[in-house]
């Protein structure tokens, strides 16, 4: 077949051996990877064709997983298939829609006072001086997105130290995403904590996922982990743009030039796991 994006022809081979490990796990961030990046989280929808290739996925594949920072009830609404599992607020949260089961890690509980205690006083001080500033909480975690404000940068750099001046003393984390600043609670999970947490759960030999962000680093990092180890067969797919850290493309085992090649390259990827 012909290439479908440069260095197509190097990872072939590696995708199809990794696709040969059963049980199998399809995992994929949301936003920026299998949606554009929007002017607010509400406004986003999922690319042409990636229901229709997800709604293939979930026959092919033992598990198909949707990691977000997202909360995963609203992971849920946004990809609307019934058949995966959505795991939310950067790992602290997971959501099976066939079971109805929604699950808050415990140890994050006693924060989700204190964390919105934190973004309505970043709220007060900030979005006087920044119109355009959103604040999005989510229950375990929070977001304050800059991206609708007169200069994007500028606003970051700002939130980025205020928040954390506010949410020091209260013992909350504080990270940066894609024109996003996100309050969390001190407990050590990411994305790929709960990556791991799910392939060794329930046992998968092969996962695969895509991402676009600082965030899905960890996830990368989990996956090579649970290769050198032995675990699980782990492949990771970058999903390139502007904005993208450097450590994302060099850490990725195939890297995609930009998110408009998502779609194929799903297409192709899951006709191969066809049984
Ligand atoms: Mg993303």
Redesign the pocket.
Known sequence: MSELFPGFGRVEPLMRAALAHRPRGLFT?????ISS?APTPEAATLLPGIAEVLDQAVTTFDLVVAV??RSAQDAARMVGNAHLLYIGNHGLETYEPASGADTIYPEALPFIAPLQHALERVGAELQPHWPGLRLEPKGATASIHVRNTSDPAAAEEEVYRVTQDIAAPLGLRVTR??MVVELRPPVEVDKGVAVAAVIRERGLRSAFYL???R??LDAFRALRHLTAEGACQGVAVA?AHDEAPAELTTEADVVLPNIAQVPGFLRWFVAQSVP
């Open positions: 961030d949301i936003d920026g990877t990046i977000s920072g995403g894609r991402g676009d962000d965030t899905d999903v």
